[in-house]
């Protein structure tokens, strides 16, 4: 789930659109985490299963709230009239704070 949050994450702050990371990761990423089983049973397995979710979700939301082309910085920057770079610090902070959580 590790690296799949970090991949996320980058999918998300290259493309700007959390949404688009997650539709373009779930089918690839899912199937893995299946495949990738040990054995060791379902309970296993659906833990894994929805670390992997998670790992999306979290990673997607980050790179779309840093993300200088996401349609939400952009509008967030343009209706508090604060420049972007200055929005995307203030936000990384958080956002890397919160990441940093997850993947642990």
Same mark, same amino acid.
Do not use: K, W
């Given at each position: 789930p590790t690296i799949v949050t970090l991949l996320a994450a980058l999918v998300s702050v290259a493309s700007g659109s959390s949404w688009g990371a997650m539709v373009l990761l779930f089918p690839t990423v899912l199937p893995l985490a299946l495949i990738g089983d040990t054995g060791?049973?379902? =309970? +296993?397995?659906? =833990? !894994? *299963? #929805?670390? @992997? /979710?998670?790992?999306? /979700?979290?990673? &997607?939301?980050?790179? %779309? +709230?840093? &993300?200088? /082309? &996401? %349609?939400?910085? !952009? *509008? @967030? &920057?343009?209706?508090?009239?604060?420049?972007? #770079? %200055? *929005? /995307? =610090?203030? =936000?990384?902070?958080?956002?890397?704070? #919160? *990441?940093?959580v997850s993947i642990l």
């Open positions: 060791e049973g379902r =309970q +296993h397995a659906s =833990q !894994v *299963l #929805v670390g @992997t /979710i998670g790992a999306v /979700i979290s990673g &997607s939301m980050f790179g %779309d +709230h840093v &993300s200088p /082309i &996401s %349609d939400t910085t !952009v *509008l @967030t &920057s343009i209706c508090t009239n604060c420049p972007i #770079v %200055d *929005l /995307i =610090q203030c =936000q990384a902070a958080y956002c890397g704070l #919160v *990441l940093g």
